[in-house]
């Protein structure tokens, strides 16, 4: 278990930066990736120990590029054992206000892009028999809310996909753990667009008055930690058990 690999999209701020320090700080190595390279080299040079910390830019809208990707993310390292889901956009507008390009737009980000990513990997965790998805989703994962139609639809969509998947790759110990936070203190409402497309630009009050992303952290390492262990205890015991047939 000595120095586990998790990748983090969306590491470039809120929670994904959160998270990556926190599990680098517990000793993990961490594969960084989002759009903004320099965002990321920021983060890096935050972690307790940087050598142990990847940088690899990623846009969530480019799937064709998701491969060679994730042939460099195992390279690395030679493996990667987490893979923490956590770039999106949000949104922040009425239905009768939001145009049909927004809706995909949040479709393509949050869930498309989530989904390919995760089919791009999900191979080499098969081939290993081991494997945790960590998804940050949403409370609007559970149940919609005004000005995040189309938010919440795409965060609906992935509880859906990784229920499906949990289900059907639990024999080959590939875990999934579904995150779904209520406001965290993040640019995540600054970020979010409105119905033409552009940026809200500005923090709301539930944002601002929200859970810190750090302490927000702290609950994912320790939710994505203790599957982990259980996950490493089962192939330990399948990789040295010996079985006797009569």
């Given amino acids: 278990m000595s120095k586990p690999v998790i990748w983090v999209t969306g590491a470039s701020s809120g929670i994904g930066e ?10 993990y190595r961490v594969i960084l990736s989002a759009r903004n390279k320099a965002a990321l080299e920021a983060v890096k040079a935050k ?11 990623l846009d969530l809208t480019d799937s064709d590029q998701f491969e060679e990707k994730v042939s460099q993310a195992i390279s690395f390292f030679g493996q990667v054992d987490v893979m923490f889901h956590n770039g999106g956009i949000s949104q922040r507008s009425l239905v009768r206000e939001t145009g049909i390009d927004v809706d995909r737009k949040l479709m393509e980000v949050n869930f498309f892009g989530t989904v390919a990513l995760t089919k791009a990997l999900l191979p080499h965790f098969i081939e290993r028999k081991s494997g945790h998805f960590g998804v940050i989703t949403s409370l609007v994962g559970k149940f919609g809310s005004p000005y995040r139609s189309a938010y919440a639809a795409s965060k609906h969509a992935l509880h859906g996909f990784f229920d499906s998947l949990r289900a059907e790759e639990h024999k080959d110990n590939i875990a999934v753990t579904m995150i779904c936070p209520g406001f965290i203190r ?5 970020n979010a667009i409105t119905g033409d497309g552009t940026p809200l630009n500005f923090m709301d009050d539930a944002q601002e008055n929200g859970m ?20 490493y205890v089962i192939v330990f015991f399948c990789s040295t058990r010996t079985f006797v047939v009569r």
Wanted: overall charge neutral.
């Fill in 18 to 27: 959160a998270t990556a320090l926190k599990f680098a700080k517990e000793g």
């Fill in 47 to 57: 972690a307790p120990n940087p050598e142990h910390c990847i940088v690899l830019p």
């Fill in 186 to 190: 993040t640019q995540v409402s600054v």
């Fill in 212 to 231: 810190s992303a750090e302490k927000c952290a702290d609950h994912i390492f320790s939710a994505l930690r203790t599957v982990f262990i259980v996950i």
